[in-house]
């Protein structure tokens, strides 16, 4: 009898994951267990949806900056199967994870989403850039279709720094 089944033994490496880099977007996760070679997307996906639908995680926020993050309910479980979890493999997720958790701090220091406006042809682009912990600045932008929102959202989040630099210029230039 196989004594580490594929699925059960994926979950547990994500739950594992999920605790040594705190709360992940699916897109978080799913770079990151790809890059340590952990599994493939398929196996991601489906051992997120397992794993949240068993209350081992929770999905926090709404579907556009949505993360999920271990409950207390599966720290237990990682706290009771982590053993099971290869030792090769515990240390692979280990020694990728301080990269892996300052790339990620990084993003979420980058946030771009949107959602309806008042009107059904309108979305509000809600942009911020944050350092150390603390606000640089914090703009909305009203755009006329949700393409336009992404196509924004997708922008900001590649060019924060350059639209950061271009707006204090403009603000604060003598001219």
């Keep these: 009898m196989d004594e580490y089944p594929a699925l059960a033994g994926r979950k547990l490496e994500l739950l594992y994951c999920f605790d040594r880099l705190g709360p992940l977007t699916s897109q978080q996760a799913l770079r990151f267990v790809v890059e340590a070679e952990l599994m493939n ?6 051992a997120l949806a397992e794993l949240t639908e068993a209350g081992l995680i929770v ?24 053993t099971r979890i290869p030792a090769e493999r515990r240390v692979a997720i280990d020694q990728a994870v301080p990269k892996w958790r300052d790339v990620f701090r990084r993003e979420r220091q980058i946030s771009a989403d949107f959602a309806p ?15 150390n912990e603390r606000l640089l600045f914090d703009v909305q932008l009203s755009v006329v279709s949700r ?15 350059d ?11 003598a001219e």
């Design 163 to 173: 639209v950061y630099e271009a707006l204090t210029k403009l603000l604060l230039s």
């Design 41 to 46: 997307y398929i196996d991601v996906q489906l």
């Design 117 to 131: 406006g008042l009107s059904s042809s309108e979305y509000i682009v809600h942009m911020s850039a944050h350092e």
């Design 147 to 161: 393409e336009q929102a992404a196509a924004a959202c997708e922008a900001f989040r590649e060019r924060a720094a």
């Design 59 to 82: 999905a926090l926020g709404d579907e556009a900056v949505r993360a999920h993050r271990l409950t207390g309910r599966g720290r237990q479980t990682l706290a009771f199967f982590e």
